[in-house]
């Protein structure tokens, strides 16, 4: 079956811009969630979706917001942007979300601001 | 506040040899750890798991040992293979938690001929 697609794949911005970023998960997957990954950091949670509502959220500032669709396909969005926001944002994909079920990642999206 | 920590950044190791890679957490309501392979442009994939009712857990070559009084988990690649060149990020989640898997920093492993 098709796996997590991300995209775009690479997205250039400047400072004070806003960027939407879009999830599409495996197909009957309903728990989405998103990884921002820099260098040192590794990957840190942003949220976490589940049939249409956040579940989970992370420590980022409200200029992080997400959704998700009826369908599962979810959005982050990043407003303002600052150049601390250049970083590999990664959405995984599971079931349910339960911390048994396996995540699947997309390739990421590369977002550099300038 | 980094919750999951691996210390060593980058790994070299000969082919055939073990490699180990470790991984520290500090939040005693972790009670399920996974270890992920990530290789370049490509998302993380799920390499094994552990929950904290066990110490041990072997999936062929991989097996994670988990120490929970010293809050230290630990993965053994035997014997390891140049398609193990990756970077490998350790995570931990407590099991009534929905999707906020805490992730370490990764570990550069460099498998050489």
């Known amino acids: 079956k098709a796996g997590v697609t991300q995209t775009p794949r690479y997205l250039i911005k400047t400072r004070g811009q806003q960027v939407t970023l879009s999830c599409s998960p495996i197909?009957?997957?309903?728990?989405v969630s998103w990884y921002q990954q820099t260098p040192g950091q590794g990957l840190q949670f942003l949220f976490e979706y589940f049939s249409e509502t956040q579940r989970n959220k992370g420590n980022f500032p409200g200029r992080f917001s997400g959704r998700q669709f009826s369908n599962s396909r979810s959005e982050m969005n990043v407003s303002t942007l600052e150049l601390g926001d250049s970083a590999l944002y990664l959405c995984?994909?599971?079931?349910?979300?339960?911390?048994?079920?396996?995540?699947?990642f997309g390739p990421g999206t590369r977002l550099t601001v300038l | 506040d980094q919750q999951v920590k691996q210390n060593s950044p980058s790994l070299s190791v000969q082919e055939g040899r073990i490699s180990i890679l470790n991984c520290d957490y500090t939040n005693s309501m972790f009670d399920y750890f996974l270890w992920y392979k990530k290789y370049p442009a490509e998302g993380p994939t799920f390499l094994i798991s552990?929950?904290?009712?066990?110490d041990k857990n072997e999936d062929g070559r991989f097996t994670v040992f988990l120490n929970k009084s010293a809050k230290h988990l630990s993965l053994h690649i035997v014997p390891s293979q140049p398609g193990d060149s990756a970077v490998y990020f350790c995570?931990?989640?407590?099991?009534?938690?929905?999707?906020?898997?805490?992730f370490g920093a990764g570990t550069q492993v460099v498998v050489t001929p």
């Open positions: 552990i929950s904290s009712i066990k």
């Open positions: 995570a931990a989640i407590p099991t009534d938690s929905w999707g906020k898997f805490q």
């Open positions: 197909s009957g997957h309903r728990s």
């Open positions: 995984a994909s599971s079931l349910s979300g339960r911390a048994t079920d396996t995540q699947y």
